[in-house]
């Protein structure tokens, strides 16, 4: 007979069951909340690695120009009359009545000249008149004698045209003697020097006993007399401006010697052509010069106001970009993505520059954009802050600079 024992296997407490789901459940939480964080990071790292990869660009917008822009050339001052004034006859300087700085008027005595061989040639043609004079005297009492006797058959017909041609002839000997001694009497004027208009002596380059050759050209004059009341400004304008300049318009000018001093000039005339040397045109201005204050000779600086074109806008020059495919400037377009826009320079102000075309004034140009940014390339625009210049500051600055562009 045998016996069995059953023995069953205890039974674990359903609570048990429950806290080890609880444990797996909260394992798997954790994991799964780890394996979260760490993604999530990642994906945040990545971002931030992507973003700060993105240049980081300032922007500006381009400025409308003033109205008016200045333009500032050198240019040079020249007496409204100068005349340099040389002998007409030979000899030597007997005395002389005014050196430099002295003022004269028109007519007035500068000098006299001793002409001995021109008195002796002047002598000698009046005598040849006189004798010309006689002889044609003769001449013409010899004549109409003849012709009274022609008319009486006493002579021939031939002897009296003989007569009478020989009357004529000593005629026209007497004409080209006075014509001589008009010649003469006229080189004896020039003797004396005298000042052709109203002006001041600037140079005096003779003096009493000097040989004094007739002529001019290479020759050096005796005196130099200038009319300084009103004066000359001659000003070289680049082509880039020579369309802007108009005879009448108005132009200010000033000396170095007179600092503070404006003085007021108009625009004459230009010479109408463009110097192959120098590619400028050159400009003659007048200025009123009766209080004597501006000399002839004088270095100046002219300021001319020239009209601006309404739809060309000012950037800075840190903006540009040269490369292959011409000149350029970035902007930023939709989506924070750089655009290139190709464009032309009008004026070049040193620091900035006029853009004649290529930019709308509602752009958003990048200052100073990187060597390799391309079209299309993403890009964060730097917020403005406040302690940093805005675009219409550099504006400001450039237009009240700009003159010395040019200068």
């Given at each position: 007979?045998?016996?069995?024992?059953?023995?069953?296997?205890?039974?674990?407490?359903?609570?048990?069951?429950?806290?080890?789901?609880?444990?797996?459940?909260?394992?798997?939480?954790?994991?799964?909340?780890?394996?979260?964080?760490?993604?999530?990071?990642?994906?945040?790292?990545a971002?931030w690695?992507?973003?700060?990869?993105?240049?980081?660009?300032?922007?500006?917008?381009?400025?409308?120009?003033?109205?008016?822009?200045?333009?500032?050339?050198?240019g040079h001052?020249?007496?409204?009359?100068?005349?340099?004034?040389?002998?007409?006859?030979?000899?030597?300087?007997h005395?002389w009545?005014?050196?430099?700085?002295?003022?004269?008027?028109a007519?007035?005595?500068?000098?006299?000249?001793?002409?001995?061989?021109l008195?002796?040639?002047?002598?000698?043609?009046?005598?040849?008149?006189?004798?010309?004079?006689?002889?044609?005297?003769?001449?013409?009492?010899t004549?109409?004698?003849?012709t009274?006797?022609?008319s009486?058959?006493?002579?021939?017909?031939?002897?009296?045209?003989?007569?009478?041609?020989?009357?004529?002839?000593?005629?026209?000997?007497v004409?080209?003697?006075?014509?001589?001694?008009?010649?003469?009497?006229?080189?004896?004027?020039?003797?004396?020097?005298?000042?052709?208009?109203?002006?001041?002596?600037?140079?005096r380059?003779?003096?009493?006993?000097?040989?004094?050759?007739?002529?001019?050209?290479?020759r050096?004059q005796?005196?130099?007399?200038?009319?300084?009341?009103?004066?000359?400004?001659?000003?070289?304008?680049?082509?880039?401006?020579?369309?802007?300049?108009?005879?009448?318009?108005?132009?200010?000018?000033?000396?170095p010697?007179?600092?503070?001093?404006?003085?007021?000039?108009?625009?004459?005339?230009?010479?109408?052509?463009?110097?192959?040397?120098?590619?400028t045109l050159?400009?003659?201005l007048?200025?009123?010069?009766?209080?004597?204050?501006?000399?002839?000779?004088?270095?100046?600086?002219?300021?001319?106001?020239?009209?601006?074109?309404?739809?060309?806008?000012?950037?800075?020059?840190?903006?540009?970009?040269?490369?292959?495919?011409?000149?350029?400037?970035?902007?930023?377009?939709?989506?924070?993505?750089?655009?290139?826009?190709?464009?032309?320079?009008?004026?070049?102000?040193?620091?900035?520059?006029?853009?004649?075309?290529?930019?709308?004034?509602?752009?958003?140009?990048?200052?100073?954009?990187?060597?390799?940014?391309?079209?299309?390339d993403?890009?964060?625009?730097?917020?403005?802050?406040?302690?940093?210049?805005?675009?219409?500051?550099?504006?400001?600055e450039?237009?009240?600079?700009?003159?010395?562009?040019?200068?």
């Amino acid at each position: 007979m045998s016996t069995e024992v059953d023995i069953a296997a205890p039974k674990r407490p359903a609570h048990l069951k429950l806290a080890g789901i609880a444990i797996a459940l909260a394992a798997v939480a954790v994991l799964a909340d780890g394996i979260a964080s760490r993604v999530h990071t990642r994906h945040e790292v990545a971002k931030w690695t992507t973003q700060q990869a993105l240049p980081t660009v300032a922007t500006i917008e381009p400025q409308p120009l003033a109205s008016t822009q200045q333009l500032v050339l050198p240019g040079h001052l020249a007496a409204w009359i100068n005349a340099p004034i040389y002998a007409r006859v030979s000899g030597y300087l007997h005395a002389w009545y005014a050196d430099i700085g002295t003022p004269v008027k028109a007519g007035q005595l500068l000098g006299v000249i001793d002409t001995p061989d021109l008195d002796q040639q002047f002598d000698q043609a009046r005598a040849d008149l006189r004798k010309s004079m006689a002889t044609e005297k003769l001449a013409a009492v010899t004549a109409q004698r003849w012709t009274q006797m022609l008319s009486q058959d006493s002579v021939s017909q031939q002897e009296t045209d003989e007569k009478t041609s020989d009357l004529a002839a000593q005629q026209a000997t007497v004409a080209a003697e006075q014509a001589n001694v008009n010649r003469l009497e006229a080189l004896e004027s020039f003797k004396r020097i005298v000042a052709p208009f109203d002006g001041v002596v600037t140079a005096r380059d003779t003096d009493v006993g000097a040989l004094i050759d007739a002529g001019g050209g290479n020759r050096p004059q005796l005196f130099t007399v200038s009319d300084a009341k009103q004066l000359r400004v001659y000003v070289s304008v680049p082509q880039s401006e020579a369309a802007a300049v108009r005879p009448g318009m108005q132009a200010t000018l000033s000396v170095p010697e007179r600092p503070g001093m404006t003085f007021n000039a108009s625009l004459v005339d230009t010479d109408h052509a463009i110097a192959p040397s120098s590619g400028t045109l050159l400009v003659q201005l007048a200025v009123d010069n009766h209080a004597g204050l501006l000399f002839p000779g004088e270095y100046t600086e002219v300021r001319f106001a020239l009209p601006t074109n309404a739809h060309a806008l000012q950037i800075p020059a840190s903006a540009l970009i040269f490369r292959h495919n011409g000149l350029q400037v970035a902007t930023v377009g939709p989506q924070n993505r750089a655009v290139m826009k190709s464009v032309t320079i009008a004026t070049d102000l040193g620091a900035h520059v006029v853009i004649g075309s290529g930019l709308a004034a509602g752009d958003r140009v990048i200052d100073n954009p990187p060597d390799s940014l391309s079209a299309g390339d993403l890009v964060r625009v730097a917020a403005a802050t406040a302690g940093s210049p805005s675009a219409s500051t550099h504006t400001a600055e450039a237009q009240n600079h700009a003159e010395h562009a040019h200068g």
